[in-house]
């Protein structure tokens, strides 16, 4: 490649979603240092690093992904839900235990968690089924079945590691790329009834006793404030503390003297809140709403209906993951254990939204390279 075409390309290259990805991934790392730096625990102590080298493989891995045309990603989407739905049904048979859930699979030093992967792999083949089935009419409850039946296959087998957070998570994603498709009232309605239906039987009959708790203490943190409510109480104690602009950095008195446990993981939120406030915050949360805003002016820009669906669908991803972690951190949603993206520490929810990054791009550059 000569210099002109290598300066052509690096024009018609969407940077964009990588550009966003990375100011906040910038923000998570030290803010994970700020959570982890007063540890006595060496390990504890250098996750950032770990984090960092995470984010750059991630980051590597969503590079790759971004140069394989969007036409690959629709041949082979069957393929990639297919392998995801096994590798689901494998961790329930050998996966590897641990705090009282079986979702990783060893291979190796690598703990590979499927439920990451099948994120993705439900909504490729939701825009693949989606894209080949009467794109241009309003569906009726009928036209949802299928998809149905293919979101709830792996959503059942999530639920059962157990992990009701992404089992729930997967459902959010479906309703919203349904609604994007375009659903008759009448079929909004039948949802709205099934939903309602389905939320009480399933907390009757489905839920554990801890599920159940983190629901009872969501709406009433204080009826067991050393039990099940002490983490939603000590986190809201850490976000009110931020006031406006916040401790400063590395003032967390949450982090320093730990009393709000897994603060680099499911409550990295909070630790940011209380150093860095509302002005903070809102920095942080600006930047996921340009990301959200990336995605759908995206949907609207390509002209294939695959790129367009799976586009709304990775914005789903993005956002259901930061909504719902914002909103538990902040006693607005039950504790449900999701990770908010590119913030929280962690080697599989780094992975796959680097690759959701990739997947944009490609469809980004879809429209001036493939």
């Known amino acids: 490649m000569n210099r002109t075409a290598l300066v052509d390309f690096f024009k018609r290259y969407d940077f964009t979603f990588f550009g966003i990805a990375l100011a906040i991934f910038i923000m998570g790392v030290f803010n994970l240092y700020s959570a982890t730096h007063a540890s ?27 140069f394989i045309a969007p036409k690959n990603y629709f ?18 048979v050998l996966g590897h235990k641990g705090m009282g859930a079986q979702r990783w699979i060893l291979l190796g030093p690598i703990r590979l968690q499927p439920s990451e992967i099948t994120k993705i792999a439900v909504v490729l083949v939701l825009g693949r089924w989606y894209a080949r089935t009467s794109p241009d009419k309003e569906l009726g409850f009928k036209e949802l079945i299928i998809p149905a039946i293919l979101v709830m296959v792996p959503t059942v087998l999530i639920v059962a590691e157990p992990d009701l957070g992404t089992g729930l998570l997967v459902i959010l994603i479906f309703l919203v790329i349904s609604f994007y498709r375009r659903l008759k009232w009448k079929t909004i309605g039948i949802l709205a009834v099934l939903a309602l239906v389905s939320g009480g039987v399933m907390y009757k009959f489905g839920l554990k006793e801890y599920q159940r708790k983190r629901i009872v203490t969501f709406l009433n943190p204080g009826a067991d404030a050393r ?22 950095y590395l003032k967390s008195s949450q982090a320093s003297l730990n009393y709000l446990p897994e603060n680099h993981t499911d409550f990295v939120f909070s630790i940011f809140n209380e150093e860095h406030g509302f002005i903070g915050s ?40 930061t909504f719902i972690n914002m909103g538990m951190v902040m006693g607005l949603m039950p504790i449900v254990g999701l990770p908010l993206p590119l913030m929280s520490y962690g080697g599989s929810s780094l992975m796959t939204f680097g690759i959701c990054i990739g997947l944009a791009t490609s469809i980004s550059n879809a429209r001036n390279l493939f």
Not at 76 to 86: I, N
Not at 229 to 239: D, F, H, L, V
């Open 282 to 321: 809102l920095i942080l949360i600006s930047l996921y709403l340009i990301l959200f805003f990336r995605f759908i002016w995206l949907s609207q820009s390509v002209p294939r209906m695959f790129d367009s669906i799976v586009a709304i669908g990775l914005m789903a991803l993005f956002f259901w993951h």
């Open 40 to 66: 006595t625990s060496e390990t504890m102590a250098g996750l950032f690093k770990v984090q960092a080298v995470r984010f750059a493989l991630s980051m590597v891995v969503g590079l790759g992904v971004s």
């Open 75 to 92: 041949r082979y989407s069957y393929f990639f839900y297919a392998v995801s739905v096994a590798l689901l049904v494998l961790v329930l």
């Open 227 to 248: 039990g099940s409510g002490y983490n939603a109480i000590q986190s809201k104690i850490a976000i009110g503390s931020g006031k406006f602009i916040g401790k400063g």
